[in-house]
């Protein structure tokens, strides 16, 4: 199975842009996509085939990348952002999530 | 707007079974696939299967087979997942999330809220 490989804490100011990496074990093309998940919710999509902001996400949410390196942009970061954060691809057989970037504000 | 409700929490004997529903409103049920999805905090998030809500066709990761089965009653827009043969790793949080295939493998484009399956004698 492809292994999603990404930072496990991240902690940041309101305000200052975060970029939250995913690095994947082969190659997905472009088929890579990010969730947010807030503690005690069910993940929510934010971004899908790697750099498309899906309705209703907030403009300061960005995503790019392709192939192995994929990188997931909050700028700016704001209080309501404190989440853990999964990227996860659909390239390969069978769907992979990487083990999430929590993200706390300072 | 898109709603996913999912049945309630289950508590479960090991060797036995549990089924859990998801049923969808707000959209045309039929014209995306209906995916399960697990998480632990051991091992994170896992694909379980998806399930063509129109004809009933299936995929599972090859580590559900035979663990889990995905059915789907279109008449009350109701997606089902039944695992069979409960052990503690079961114990999880499932998900079902309308999916959105892109090549042969979906994204998770909504998610139910959850439900919350335990394994103990």
């Known amino acids: 199975d492809t292994v999603l490989t990404q930072s496990p804490a991240l902690a940041v100011s309101p305000g200052e842009r975060v970029t939250i990496s995913c690095r994947a074990s082969?190659?997905?093309?472009?088929?890579m996509h990010w969730y947010q998940q807030k503690p005690g919710q069910q993940p929510t999509l934010l971004i899908y085939l790697a750099s498309n902001l899906e309705s209703g996400v907030p403009a300061r949410f960005s995503g790019s990348g392709s192939g192995t390196d994929f990188t997931l942009t909050i700028d700016p970061v704001e209080a309501d952002d404190t989440a853990t954060y999964y990227c996860?691809?659909?390239?390969?057989?069978?769907?992979?999530f990487g083990a999430g970037t929590k993200l706390e504000l300072k | 707007q898109v709603q996913l409700q999912q049945s309630g929490a289950e508590l479960a004997k090991p060797g036995s079974s549990v089924k859990i529903s998801c049923k969808a409103s707000g959209y045309t049920f039929t014209s995306y696939y209906i995916s399960w999805i697990k998480q632990t905090t051991g091992q994170g998030l896992e694909y379980i299967g998806y399930i063509n809500t129109g004809s009933g066709g299936t995929n599972y990761n090859e580590k559900f087979k035979g663990k889990a089965t995905l059915t789907v009653d279109k008449s009350s827009s109701t997606a089902f997942m039944q695992l069979s043969s409960l052990t503690p790793d079961d114990s999880a949080v499932y998900y079902c999330?309308?999916?959105?295939?892109?090549?042969?493998?979906?994204?998770?484009?909504?998610w139910g809220q959850g439900t919350l399956v335990t394994v103990s004698s």
């Open positions: 999330a309308k999916a959105v295939l892109y090549g042969y493998n979906p994204s998770f484009a909504y």
């Open positions: 996860q691809q659909s390239w390969n057989d069978p769907p992979t």
């Open positions: 082969e190659s997905v093309s472009t088929l």
